[in-house]
């Protein structure tokens, strides 16, 4: 155990940030807002007895530079911003396990590690007021759609770029940020996990595999309204028959996949009325998995059924794609030491992929070597103020993220 490391001045200023900017619904940090702009003050305040270097990039990210032995840098990162009502340790749980971090490396090698080590307060990853998350990583990593990004609107009609004016950073210039990365070397982001996976395992901590892929369709399925009363059963085209088939066939699909989940999350029929067969079912399918192979299989797999159901039914069907995203699998290597860096500190690991996206997704995008740790969510609940760990777990993920860190050092040392 590394006595220079504090965990438990890690979960007092937790508090001490709740106490500051949150209410009794919960974290009011939402980007590009009053209390996001206190929230970044407040962390300046608590960086200033370290000798870093601290600036905000052409993004809006925060950074905060150890400089050390090699400019090869070692990015820890997380995000201050919260969604309204949000839960009290979102985002700002990594960061402020970076902030201990950067100070035991500083005490331990009297300011000069053998590598830089830099933290990063990513902008706007929730995108609660625009609604587009991952703006700051984004940028950095360079995939932000900047023709998309121009148009968002926040509520009271107030523009992306209007707003990024307000606290001085020039829209049209944020993939400057991307120059952040040149030197990293490795990428590290710890965070609650979101989900009732650990939880039910009754395991404190998980190293992540990477964050989901995605593929969202709308299908539907077309065939002939006729009355409820004088049509014979076997002489229906009934379209909802055909659709309803895919709902017990996507589970099927998920559980031969593996890790993959299926949602059927919405079902319209028409003409819609208790008298009539229905002549046009629309469901939507999101299917997620960490592996783009068992992705486009479980795709292929709901399109061929839903081909299949649509002939029994004597009904025809199309398909509209209306979203997706590739996998993106962390660093094996990193994934190692991270699984190394749990069990030494609490005997036990589960490895587990990622539903949600997190900034770590963007960084791994853009090519720098990455993993997440998952600390136990109670309730498997989060986006809420009954967001919760127990305080025991949250000093285990700041000592085992620690771990990581310094083993991710010698990692990049070794390169
Ligand atoms: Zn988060």
Avoid at 40 to 62: C, I, S, Y
Avoid at 206 to 230: K, P
Avoid at 241 to 251: H, I, N
Avoid at 294 to 314: D, I, P, T, V, Y
Wanted: aromatic fraction near 6%.
């Amino acid at each position: 155990m590394n006595s220079l490391l504090n965990p438990r001045r890690t979960v007092a200023e937790l508090k001490e940030l709740r106490a500051i900017t949150g209410d009794q619904n919960g974290a009011q940090r939402i980007a590009f807002t009053p209390g996001w702009t206190k929230t970044r003050t407040w962390l300046r305040q608590k960086l200033e007895t370290l000798p870093v270097e601290m600036h905000t990039d052409a993004a809006g990210n925060f950074w905060a530079t150890l400089r050390g032995e090699s400019e090869k840098s070692l990015l820890l990162g997380g995000h201050m911003d919260s969604v309204p009502n949000g839960g009290w340790l979102d985002g700002c749980l990594n960061v402020l396990a970076g902030v201990e971090i950067l100070r035991r490396i500083n005490a331990q090698y009297n300011g000069k590690s053998p590598v830089t080590i830099r933290l990063v307060d990513w902008a706007d990853e929730e995108g609660a007021r625009f609604g587009k998350s991952l703006f700051g990583s984004s940028a950095c990593s360079g995939n932000l759609d900047m023709n998309e990004a121009r148009g968002l609107k926040d509520k009271d009609g107030i523009k992306l770029p209007a707003a990024l004016r307000e606290i001085g950073v020039d829209f049209e210039r944020v993939k400057d940020s991307g120059k952040e990365l040149e030197n990293a070397a490795a990428y590290l982001e710890l965070h609650i996990e979101q989900g009732p996976v650990l939880l039910d395992l009754d395991l404190p901590l998980g190293a992540v595999l990477g964050t989901f892929g995605v593929e969202r369709h709308a299908i539907t399925f077309h065939g002939q309204a006729a009355h409820s009363g004088s049509t014979p059963m076997n002489r229906r085209k009934d379209a909802f028959l055909a659709g309803a088939k895919m709902s017990p066939e996507v589970y099927r699909i998920a559980e031969r996949s593996g890790n993959g989940v299926c949602t059927i999350g919405s079902c319209t029929t028409k003409p819609g009325i208790v008298t009539s067969v229905v002549e046009e079912c629309r469901i939507t399918l999101d299917q997620r998995h960490l592996d783009s192979t068992a992705l486009a299989k479980m795709l292929a797999e709901a399109r061929a059924a839903s081909e299949q159901f649509a002939r029994e039914g004597n009904v025809s069907v199309s398909w509209e794609r209306l979203w997706q995203i590739a996998p993106r699998p962390f660093n094996a290597e990193l994934i190692a030491l991270c699984d190394e860096a749990i069990r030494e500190t609490c005997g036990k690991v589960h490895r587990l992929p990622s539903g949600p996206l997190h900034d770590a997704a963007e960084v791994a995008a853009a090519g720098v070597p990455t993993v997440m740790m998952f600390v136990q969510s109670l309730h498997g609940i989060s986006h809420n103020k009954i967001e919760d760990t127990k305080e025991d777990h949250l000093e285990l993920c700041v000592r085992a993220f620690d771990k990581l860190t310094e083993k991710t050092m010698r990692w990049i040392m070794r390169a």
